[in-house]
């Protein structure tokens, strides 16, 4: 018989974010046959009765394992990977999953001479340019806008022109006030936010608090392409953060807990620091507690490690 | 092939000296002028600015600026600058200017390659602390600014990797738009804007083939608005930039008073590229060399210089006399 905490700490080692690798070595590799067996009956949300008399593994489970088996290995490639190359290969993921969130992320929250780095590795692995696969694949109206950012080549010194900001600040505040018009179809909405430099947008974002009352992302429709370029254009740190917190919250699907090891690996170097600062502040619990809490084994520690390097 | 003649040898320090002495005292010589500068390439000229600032701690550009005036001046002008930087500066005259000016964008968005284009964008930069896409898309509205942003925001694939089904469904599209069947403006500008080269140009021959003229033929004739013609320049931009050019010199000297610009911008941006395949053309257009035409049409200064461009071999006694 298997010691009811032995089998609850099993269970508990593949039922989350990763897999705690260590519990299974030395629970699991001590078990004789009668031990596993009263595990596979014990555990009716891993394992079923079959009709041909024995305990079935449950198809969606052993997916999901290998899925939190695989997140390391994932994270660690990821890591590795030039970030040219990295944000290349992701981007043609997300654009084949209809991800259009991170092609977004890549597009607005990576400096110009990154994104470029990015377009360039995309012709070495796809023999295509970023821009030709996006526009040939989105058939919606959130093309002009995709296209348009992942083409972006941004002026990034310190010259804003603060009477352009202001008026187009004010152009962006009629554009959403629109009720006839989706403001991503406005090709004044979109000229401004895909090819003014990120200076410049910062102060048109100022500009619009004064105009409008509200912060600009509080005027758009959640979950909308054009929203979450303007909160990576306009506080990206923010961004991760509610990103990396939506990832880690209780019954967060596949979509959103792969956003972690994305975030970390690709922000380690950048902006981990002031990320972990805002995750503090809008939560209140600390990011590496909550991956803590969150993850385990080897993913864990190795997103742990990642985090404290910058912090 | 490029039309200049460059020496085997030269140093920019006694180039630099030259010049120098060229501009010193009463006028300016001119010959010298041209003589030296008609005669260096891209690199070399580059090498003669660095020793003239080193030696005389004044930037030559400037210098020759303030010698030099008329069409002369500005041949000269853009003739001495980093190909980068020129088109830069380019770039934001016409940006700045008429419509009729939006021809150079396209040109600089469709003929330069990736890479040429991206140093051009990087020198807008530096020069305008703004991006060229910003400046043009604040300048334009409707289609037309859809089509010239996305050309100039574009970072092609350079390869040779062609999708010949593509390029059939593709060449379907553009037919259909030109022969008035759709008014998808959206399509033909995700193809042009996107597409890398070598795909296109595998569509405009499917395109051909199927229809038995080439597309830069079935769109002849005036075009009913600015879109239609921006369209019109980039596909025979992209399809043979050189017969393009021929025609834009043709219609600079045919003008009723020549237009000096255009002369300016062919000549100095293709004399080191394919200069001598587009005089080639135009003899075989217009029955008379290109060299000939120049002569009739401009004069002093101004003339010698372009005259030296394109390496007219008469020059070099003009020199040695």
Redesign the interface.
Known sequence: MAFPQDIDALTKAFSGFGVDENAIIWILGKWYPEQRRSFRKGCSQFFWEDERLFERWDDNHIAFLEREFLRFKNAMVLWILHPWERDARMAKEALKNREYDILIEIACTRSSEEL?GT??AY?SLF???I??DV??SVHDNN??LL??LV???????P?VNEEIAKKEAKTLWEAFKNVNKNPIED?EVV?II????KLHLKSVFNHYKVVSGKNIEEDLEEDSSLKDAIQCLSSPKAYFSRILDIAMMGGADEKHKEALTRIIVTQADAYMKEIAEEYLQQYGVSLSQKIEETTKGNYKDFLLTLVSRGV | MATIIVPDHTSPVEDAENLRKACEGWGTNENTIVSILGHRNAVQRKQIRQAYEEIYQEDLIKRLESELKGEFEKAVYRWILDPADRDAILAHVAARNAKSDNRTIIEIACIRSPEEL?AA?RAY?FRY???L??DV??RT??DF??LL??LV???????D?VDVSLAGSEAKILHNMIEGKSFNH?EVI?IL????KAQLNATFNRYKDTHGASITKSLSGNPADEFSEALCIAIQCIRSPQKYFEKVLRNAINKVGTDEDAITRVIVTRAEKDLKDIKDLYHKRNNASLEHAISKDTSGDYKIFLLTLLGDPSLILYYLS
């Open positions: 470029l377009r360039r012709h023999d295509h340019s821009e030709e526009a040939y093309r002009n296209v348009a083409s972006s080549y941004r002026y990034e010194g010259k090709g000229r895909t090819t003014r430099s | 991206l964008k930069h602390k703004h991006s896409e910003e898309a604040s509205t409707g600014r859809k942003v996305a925001s574009t970072y092609r694939y350079d390869g990797e959206e995700r804007s996107t597409r890398s």
